[in-house]
């Protein structure tokens, strides 16, 4: 069809080139996005310069370090979630068993989103036929629930292979201490029980740092970190969401810096679940859409936004 032929008001295009779209600026960039839909990076760069023929228009202004939605691509692209969107639900709705299917979920502690409960709730609800199952627990054990058949998804730190990222965010240092009054003695930790990632993270960092430290409480649960913190009995190792408004952040010169940490899903592989991703992309997009509420994860990618008040 000729381009005299073509209709302007008639979106010439495929999924592909909507997804590698949404792909380039939720990942930052053509090369993450290429591993994302599993194409390659030129092929991606082909898809949304055509995509970009049909359009008449230009979406991604693209230097050497960055890319960024133009004007008219911040108006595309809301539009291409909701055509992907619909588009996955249209297959869902006719692939998904008619009997009600259980999904098992497990959540490490340490990085449950504020509101979990409610997101499960409207998942739920929009899903009639799903039923869902949350275990809470460390990294390793769920992994170990997961190699077990026991578990669909598992959503967790860095500690295992064949994860998808979904979030990032910083490792803080949280709790009480004064360095002034002996800058000499030990810190006093508060960890959760081995194995756990963050408690060697803490012990690598002020081993570096040449900074003395003992572990003065071992905690079996997140729960029980935050009101040790609270209760003024030491320090601890939390990604920032975890840190709550009566929580306090210490300084970066009293103890030294930590890396980020981020979430990510893994799928049983062994099991094909009719609502593995759909679950995983309707949480991330319930987390992007609500970035902006104060009563939700405090950083998303690396981007810092407003703290409990």
Known sequence: MSKANRSKFKLDTDLISLRALVAVVEEGGFSAAAKRVHRSQSAISLQIAKLEERLN????????????????????????????????????????PEETTLLRVGFAEYLVPQHLHHLLARFRRAHPSCDLSLVLGSGVSLHEAMDRGELDIVFAGPEAENGQVLWEEPLVWSGAINLADDPDAPIELIMMHPPCSYRQIAFNALTKSAKPFKTTIEANSVQAVQSAIRAGL???????????????LLKSNDLP?????????????????????????????????????????????????????
Do not use: W
């Open 234 to 248: 030491g320090v601890s190792v939390l990604p920032l969401s975890a840190v709550e408004a009566d929580m306090p």
């Open 257 to 309: 810096d930590l890396p980020n940490t981020a979430v990510l899903s893994y799928v049983n592989a062994d099991l094909s679940h009719p609502y593995a991703q759909r679950f995983i992309d309707f949480l991330l997009e319930c987390i992007r859409d609500n970035i902006e509420s104060p009563l939700q994860l405090k950083v998303l990618n690396g981007e810092k936004v407003a703290a409990n008040s």
């Open 57 to 96: 228009t230009k979406l991604l202004e693209r230097t050497s370090r960055s890319v960024s939605l133009t004007p008219a691509g911040e108006t595309f692209i809301s539009y291409a979630r909701r055509i992907l969107e619909l588009a996955d639900e249209a297959i869902l709705a006719v692939t998904s």
